[in-house]
């Protein structure tokens, strides 16, 4: 792949560089994607740097339950500090302080609609059905909807009950509805 993800590896974060990739190489076709859990920066920046449209950054800037133990004691504020820190060369990022679902629902009233959604908040069973079901919706017809971490927490069940049109993407944690 052509695209430089050499910004994007400096951002904290647990996305492979071969992850990195193919989000970049996704969001270069893209217009306007829709980040579901951005951490600090690192794919959102990958898709912002690739893409000629916009990236909607939502997330809630608190970790997911799986995070508590390792934010335990770090002030609040903490994520969405360094989100803005290791964002703000990027324009084209409107950040969305919010739940998933919240988010979702308000941007369901308004014309907004995606051609890349890319789903990485809270990995248990449920909340990646929520998710899904929640910005599913959202997606422009042919457009793309992907995760990450395929095989961990509840992520796999979820995305093979209701995304049963997936495929897993090589070398990555990645599952992806392009191509199939």
């Not at 919240?102 to 449920?126: E, K, L, N, V």
Request: charged content about 15%; glycine content about 8%; some cysteine.
């Amino acid at each position: 792949m052509s695209v430089d993800i050499s910004y994007a590896e400096t951002v904290t974060g647990w996305m492979a560089p071969s992850e990195l990739e193919y989000l970049a190489s996704l969001a270069e076709k893209s217009q306007c994607i829709a980040e579901i859990g951005s951490w600090q920066g690192r794919s959102t920046s990958a898709l912002a740097q690739h893409t000629p449209g916009i990236v909607v950054a939502v997330d809630t800037f608190q970790g997911s339950v799986e995070h508590h133990a390792m934010l335990q004691g770090k002030p609040t504020s903490g994520l969405w500090f360094a989100f803005q820190q290791n964002t703000s060369r990027y324009e084209n990022i409107w950040p969305l302080h919010a739940i998933s679902l919240a988010a979702a629902r308000i941007i369901s009233r308004g014309p907004m609609r995606f051609d890349m959604i890319f789903i990485d908040a809270s990995h248990d069973y449920d909340s990646v059905k929520a998710d899904i079901r929640a910005w599913l919706p959202l997606l422009v017809p042919g457009g793309i909807i992907c995760g990450h971490d395929y095989m961990r927490w509840g992520v796999k069940n979820a995305v093979r009950e209701l995304v049963p049109n997936h495929r897993l993407v090589p070398n990555t944690s990645i599952w992806s509805t392009e191509g199939v």
